[in-house]
């Protein structure tokens, strides 16, 4: 669970002037947009550039520095439904797939990952109600409290037998403080669900697959922050992802990285970590802090290398 400044959160896309060549797409990382997608057009009357004669087209990218408004709260009494930290992308058919973190009931602050696909149709952007694909599991797991902070892939991964298209990484966690978060997986054979968590144990009938991540593997007490924000990167389309997580322990804040197969996730392998990666290069803020949480990853496949924003 994150702290939230705002609870009346339309979800917007910002697209700056540095953005590289095409970088994201649920093939490659999560989080994305790709460089060539279908637009429509939409022609009014009008003589002037810039005015309703003009050609304009209805596209998810938005123009260079505009800041996008995605959507808002669905119903017009819902004032106090956030929505927020979202993991995006673009399929083949042209249409977006937006996962983010939400509120179910007006003014109750308990994290569900909503799910909306957007469509242009006639010229015109339109996105479907709120399906909330992920939710808390009962009392007494892992992610009894929030469920949020999604990341999906595209790949190949097998769980109990059954082969799944895509694969996404959340936080979870059992407290109302912002304090013991840990990372889980789940699987869907569709962009929309059904979902499922990998809350079971792999082969060995010994070690649990959820939490991928959990937060007693680092420095992290009772009061303790944990690990979450996390961020999906496929390694080979298939099975094999990075995968980074903010922790938040006694010893200080930074992300971890580690590269999982998950080809198999009833016998998943993990490759390598980094148990915290450099902030080298990334400027301090105000406070002169240098440290990177919150942070997302993608590939950029035509210049060979990772993106972050932070």
């Not at 540095?18 to 022609?43: H, L, Y």
């Not at 892992?142 to 082969?163: A, L």
């Not at 420095?219 to 690990?227: A, K, P, Y």
């Not at 922790?247 to 198999?264: C, K, M, P, Q």
Request: proline share 5%; net charge negative; aromatic share 10%.
């Amino acid at each position: 669970m994150k702290t939230k400044s705002l609870l009346n959160c339309g979800l917007m896309f910002l697209l700056a002037s540095c953005v590289p060549s095409p970088v994201d797409s649920a093939e490659g990382a999560s989080s994305g947009i790709q460089d060539s997608q279908p637009t429509s057009s939409a022609i009014d009357s009008g003589d002037k550039p810039g005015d309703s004669s003009t050609t304009k087209k209805a596209s998810f990218i938005p123009e260079v520095g505009e800041v996008k408004l995605l959507f808002s709260p669905g119903k017009p009494e819902e004032t106090r439904i956030y929505n927020y930290c979202p993991s995006i992308f673009i399929d083949s058919d042209g249409d977006e797939h937006v996962y983010f973190c939400t509120n179910k009931v007006d003014g109750n602050v308990t994290d569900y990952i909503g799910y909306r696909k957007g469509s242009i149709v006639d010229g015109s952007i339109s996105y479907t109600d709120v399906n909330y694909v992920l939710e808390h599991s009962d009392l007494g797991h892992w992610d009894s409290r929030h469920n949020c902070d999604p990341s999906v892939v595209k790949g190949e991964f097998k769980y109990k037998g059954e082969t799944y298209n895509y694969l996404m990484a959340f936080l979870g966690c059992l407290t109302s403080d912002s304090t013991r978060n840990e990372t889980g997986i789940a699987v869907s054979k569709s962009p929309s669900g059904p979902w499922v968590k990998c809350n079971s144990f792999k082969s060995d009938g010994v070690t649990p697959i959820n939490p991928i991540v959990p937060y007693a593997e680092f420095q992290v007490g009772e009061s303790g922050w944990g690990t979450g924000q996390p961020s999906l990167v496929s390694v080979d389309k298939k099975g094999k992802v990075l995968l980074f997580t903010t922790v938040g322990a006694s010893n200080g804040t930074f992300t971890n990285l580690r590269e999982y197969d998950f080809s198999d996730i009833d016998n998943y392998v993990l490759l390598r970590q980094r148990n915290s990666i450099s902030s080298q290069g990334i400027r301090g803020t105000v406070s002169g802090a240098t440290f990177i949480n919150n942070a997302d990853f993608a590939y950029d496949e035509v210049n060979r290398r990772i993106i972050l924003s932070k």
